[in-house]
């Protein structure tokens, strides 16, 4: 569901980014208060008049019970970008946007331990919420995050991160790469890729001691990383992923599930909010395409297979996926599809929105 929310504050972070935060009315704050991690899907309705939904993840640490929330998110101009062009450019304290209240499985709940994050570009984001959170309310945590950037001018967040280091030396390991720019101290320039991963890890930290890897960014950074993670022995329980960017004919056929041939005629039957509807499936559409043609409520944001936003249990019959970078394996072998990638196997589809 979505809430009209005023703006409060525009920060430019850098050239290509900024940060904005909502006002979150006293009727909203258990609404809106989130676990360190979480995203938001942001709406608003072009010239043309026609709906833009995106998500962009949560900055901001998570407030304490009985505490306010702090809602702020971070965008990045993205080239040919609907939304991100209209935050950076247009945007302005007072005005208001529809905001869906937090989601996502992407989490870091406080709790004692030695965690770690690598990270990409604007995937500083979610990492900077879980990092600030953990760091505040758990003295026994410890916190190393790995991050890559193009270059110093374009990194967000660098004050936000040097404050980290400032108020935890002792717990807060930084370590950034910049790939297209030459720094006077700590690592040569170049990409993270999952070669330079594996030898430059067991050199920072105890690798098989860190309780939880997040890792977030660009598809080829993420894939790379978990790659020289399991190469080193660590368990796919210990690894969680939040891909932000995922450029056409990117995906390697392990995201991508197996083809399988559609019914001549199929029909869906969905479960939304308790109450559910029954609609024939059009040829070439998706699951979720066939559920918005009557109920324009059902959830979704990216339509990429990327933020989960329209997770679903597939209740009776058979789907297949065309991607999925949101799901984790547990999720998919206990029945979950992303319902904007789904499309019928089987003559009759039953989906299940609010499991």
């Given at each position: 569901m979505f809430h009209p929310l005023r703006v409060s504050e525009v920060e430019q972070l850098t050239d290509d980014s900024v940060a904005v935060t909502f006002a979150v009315p006293p009727e909203l704050r258990e609404t809106f208060r989130h676990?360190?991690?979480?995203?938001?899907?942001?709406r608003r309705r072009s010239a043309g008049g026609e709906e833009v939904?995106?998500?962009?993840?949560?900055?901001?640490?998570?407030?304490?019970?009985?505490?306010?929330?702090?809602?702020?998110?971070g965008i990045r101009l993205v080239d040919g970008g609907e939304f991100s062009t209209y935050a950076l450019k247009e945007l302005v304290v007072g005005d208001t946007v529809e905001v869906m209240e937090p989601m996502g499985r992407f989490l870091l709940p406080p709790r004692p331990g030695h965690f770690a994050a690598v990270v990409g570009g604007s995937g500083i984001t979610p990492v900077l919420s879980m990092a600030s959170t953990l760091l505040a309310r758990e003295p026994e945590a410890r916190f190393c995050l790995i991050r890559s950037d193009r270059t110093a001018a374009s990194t967000m967040f660098l004050e936000e991160v040097a404050d980290l280091k400032d108020r935890f030396p002792d717990r807060f390991q930084l370590v950034t790469v910049l790939s297209r720019e030459e720094q006077q101290s700590g690592l040569p320039s170049g990409r993270l890729d999952q070669e330079r991963l594996t030898a430059l890890l067991p050199a920072l930290l105890p690798v098989a001691d860190v309780d939880g890897w997040y890792l977030c960014g660009p598809f080829g950074l993420v894939i790379g990383a978990e790659?020289?993670?399991?190469?080193?022995g660590v368990e796919r329980g210990r690894i969680h992923q939040e891909i932000f960017h995922v450029d056409d004919g990117s995906a390697p056929a392990a995201a991508r599930t197996a083809s399988a041939p559609a019914p001549a005629h199929a029909t869906l039957t969905a479960t939304l909010d308790g109450r559910s509807g029954t609609w024939p499936v059009q040829e070439g559409e998706s699951l979720l395409e066939t559920v918005l043609r009557s109920r324009s409520d059902a959830p979704y944001a990216c339509k990429g297979g990327v933020c989960g936003t329209c997770r679903a249990f597939v209740v009776t019959g058979e789907v297949r996926m065309d991607r999925n970078y949101a799901l984790e394996s547990e999720e998919t072998d206990a029945g979950y599809v992303l319902a904007c990638q789904s499309h019928p196997v089987t003559p009759e589809v039953e989906l299940d929105f609010d499991r």
């Open positions: 676990t360190p991690g979480q995203h938001l899907a942001l939904r995106r998500t962009y993840s949560i900055c901001s640490p998570a407030a304490p019970e009985g505490e306010d929330p702090v809602l702020r998110v790659r020289a993670l399991r190469g080193m």
